[in-house]
């Protein structure tokens, strides 16, 4: 069975950073040819954050997370990683990670097949 987890999320003031982590088991992580972030917030629709290519490293932000947020994996750990920095109050939601087969339309939450169950991140103001 494949389980993503993800770490690291916490309360932080506008302007700090954190660091998630998304850790795989189940199956070796290389297998997969993207691995992508997103986030909900109450009341709203989840919305892409990122995606990365598991073998060549190519990467997809969101027009909202870009040049504030990174995203880089691991493969020999299988883990994935989202820094973020310079984060608002509107960066405010449950994260996810997830897995995909391909490297296409990788905003799509529907071309990801196995997802983790989240973790809060929360900005003040």
């Known amino acids: 069975q494949v389980t993503l987890v993800e770490s690291g999320g916490g309360l932080v003031q506008a302007g700090a950073s954190l660091r998630l982590s998304c850790a795989v088991s189940?199956?070796?992580?290389?297998?997969?040819?993207?691995g992508g972030w997103f986030r909900q917030a109450p009341g709203r629709d989840r919305e892409f954050v990122g995606a990365?290519?598991?073998?060549?490293?190519?990467?997809r932000y969101a027009d909202s997370v870009k040049g504030r947020f990174t995203i880089s994996r691991d493969n020999a750990k299988n883990t994935m990683y989202l820094q973020m920095n310079s984060l608002k109050p509107e960066d405010t939601a449950n994260y996810y990670c997830?897995?995909?087969?391909?490297?296409?339309?990788?905003?799509?939450?529907?071309?990801?097949?196995?997802w983790g169950q989240g973790t809060q991140v929360t900005v003040s103001s």
């Open positions: 997830a897995t995909g087969p391909l490297f296409r339309r990788v905003d799509y939450a529907a071309e990801y097949d196995y």
């Open positions: 189940g199956r070796t992580f290389s297998g997969y040819a993207m």
């Open positions: 990365i290519g598991l073998t060549f490293g190519s990467t």
